[in-house]
């Protein structure tokens, strides 16, 4: 699967993105897309997944703040967040993982997008 990651930008503080994450090659019902984000100097981090289905799981820290969305007919996986702060600035990767179990592991997920950049100014 190949994932590519888009819609980052700069956004004061309170405000909204929505990422997306559009997949192609082996794409199927029995894989789970995942966001993950990465801030300098820090581990990447487990954002929020979604099954084929549309079940998702969230991190604690951000779950009252962003939805994970997707859209089947056009392979395609959003990330909407909502009342962004400074410390969401980080750079924001999308995967996927075959199977129907969540994992929040960056190891887990095979396949990764390039990323996209989010700054939050205060």
């Known amino acids: 699967v190949q994932l590519q990651a888009s819609g980052g930008g700069l956004v004061q503080a309170g405000g909204s993105l929505r990422l997306s994450c559009a997949a192609s090659g082996r794409t199927s019902s029995n894989y789970i897309m995942g966001w993950f984000r990465q801030a300098p100097g820090k581990e990447r981090e487990f954002v929020a997944a979604i099954r084929w289905s549309g079940g998702t799981y969230y991190a604690d820290s951000v779950k009252d703040r962003v939805t994970i969305s997707r859209d089947n007919a056009k392979n395609t996986v959003y990330l909407q967040m909502n009342s962004l702060k400074p410390e969401d600035t980080a750079v924001y990767y999308c995967?996927?993982?075959?199977?129907?179990?969540?994992?929040?592991?960056?190891?887990?997920?095979?396949?990764w997008g390039q990323g996209t950049q989010v700054t939050v100014s205060s």
């Open positions: 995967a996927a993982r075959s199977g129907i179990y969540y994992r929040t592991e960056p190891a887990d997920f095979g396949s």
